[in-house]
């Protein structure tokens, strides 16, 4: 018997329609496009924002588009997993909403948090249970609504981050394409320079945490960068190394979209062109948990089945990865 791996075999994504330019944001903090294009990348980024519209919104529309595209029947998917920085609300899942609104009676559910990563991490897990042999048809989507926790007077973060949502559904495949290898590494190092002080077990929300801004994302921007290049660029060139892939075997980098400047390092270090590099961070920003599906929904149609492609990933916490896939289709 053929051993089963994980293969992707659908995408799906959606983003809002509201974009939120540089030009924009000149009105509203001391930036100017041109600094945040040379530092970033980053042109424009799509917000969500109609009220009492949340991450679930945003990821229900990306499972549809999915759905609609693969012709399949949401009763047919045996779990849900949702990555997520941005749940809708403490404790109840978000996912298992997501699950219940698209029609996936039948699939159970759960939200995955890993900052940047998360996506990375839900690719790993949702391999391993169809690599189990126990389920057929896993849904993995990223989904973050950025603008609910960014501060909009602070030019260190609001010039960086947007909203958006991917899908990925992963099910077996018996021609050894899928997921082949992984590395996938965190460090609590990263606790106290990338993350949203109040609101959590250690400090509750008061009058005093919302009145001081301790609820929107703070970022130790240097420190950051930092890690992020030493980090995605290591674990890439580590997976290739241990995969015997030379830069001409590598057919996509599918890097996280969080600065040009990071995804650039990691393919100098992995030795690729240009041409081989999926960028669309000048189009969102860094949309956290949904950069990596989104791309590949962006980029669907230039992927080829037997493709090498290299996902790479970096969060906070610290979080950071990098995925060996094979794609499986050609649309």
Known sequence: MNKITAAITAVGSYVPDFVLSNQVLETLVDTNDEWI????????????KEEGKGTSFMAIKAAQNLLEKANLDPKDIDLVIMATATPDMPVASTG?????????????????????????????????????????????????????IIDYTDRATCII????????????????????????????????????????????????????????????????????????ADVSEKIMERNNLSHDDVNWLVAHQANRRIIDATANRMGLDESKVLINIQKYGNTTSATL????????????????????????????????LKWAYTK
């Open 293 to 324: 599906p989104l791309l590949l929904s962006d980029f669907e149609n230039q992927l080829k089945k037997g493709d090498n492609i290299i996902f790479a990933a970096f969060g906070g916490g610290f979080t950071w990865g990098a995925i060996y």
């Open 96 to 148: 298992v909403y997501v699950a219940t609104q698209i029609g996936a009676t039948n699939a159970f559910a759960f939200d995955l948090q890993a900052a940047c990563s998360s996506f990375l991490y839900g690719m790993s897990a949702a391999s391993a249970y169809i690599a189990s042999g126990k389920y057929k048809k896993v849904l993995l989507i990223g989904s973050d609504k950025m603008s609910s």
């Open 37 to 48: 294009t040379t530092r970033t990348g980053i042109k424009e980024r799509r917000l969500l």
């Open 161 to 232: 981050f947007g909203d958006g949502a991917g899908a990925v559904l992963f099910e077996p495949n018996t021609e050894g394409l899928g997921l082949q290898d992984e590395i996938l590494k965190s460090d609590g190092i990263g606790r106290e320079f990338l993350k949203i002080e109040a609101g959590g077990s250690i400090l509750p929300p008061s009058e005093e945490t919302v009145k001081n801004k301790q609820h929107f994302v703070f970022q130790d921007g240097k420190t950051v960068f930092k890690y992020a290049v030493s980090g995605m």
